[in-house]
Nanobody
Framework: VQLVESGGGSVQAGGSLRLSCVLS????????MGWFRRVPGKEREGVASISNDGVTTVARSVSGRFSISKDDAKRTLYLQMNSLKPEDTAMYYC?????????????????WGQGTQVTVS
């Protein structure tokens, strides 16, 4: 199983980015997929998650600005980020799992991408 993120970059405050994460090597769609972010020196933070039946959870810090979606046919996960703030600067990771009990908790995920950097100035 491989997860490959893309779409990160540098943007000015107030701008938008759309992250994508392509899943390959899986024989079925994951039960949970999520986006997480990490700033050096800080703990990993959950950003948003989506279950196989489309139930989403979004962190309070990004609620109203970020949205998560997926295209099962393309095995692709998305994170639309609008009204970006400097505090959104981080490495963003996507994750997937087939047996997670809690889609929003990173500790349940066994498969992770390499990350894509988002920098907001």
């Amino acid at each position: 199983v491989q997860l490959v993120e893309s779409g990160g970059g540098s943007v000015q405050a107030g701008g938008s980015l759309r992250l994508s994460c392509v899943l390959s090597g899986a024989t079925s769609n994951p039960f949970c997929m999520g986006w997480f972010r990490r700033v050096p020196g800080k703990e990993r933070e959950g950003v948003a998650s989506i279950s196989n039946d489309g139930v989403t959870t979004v962190a309070r810090s990004v609620s109203g600005r970020f949205s998560i979606s997926k295209d099962d046919a393309k095995r692709t996960l998305y994170l639309q980020m609008n009204s970006l703030k400097p505090e959104d600067t981080a490495m963003y990771y996507c994750a997937a799992d087939w047996t997670a009990a809690d889609c929003y908790s990173g500790s349940w995920y066994n498969y992770w991408g390499q990350g894509t950097q988002v920098t907001v100035s």
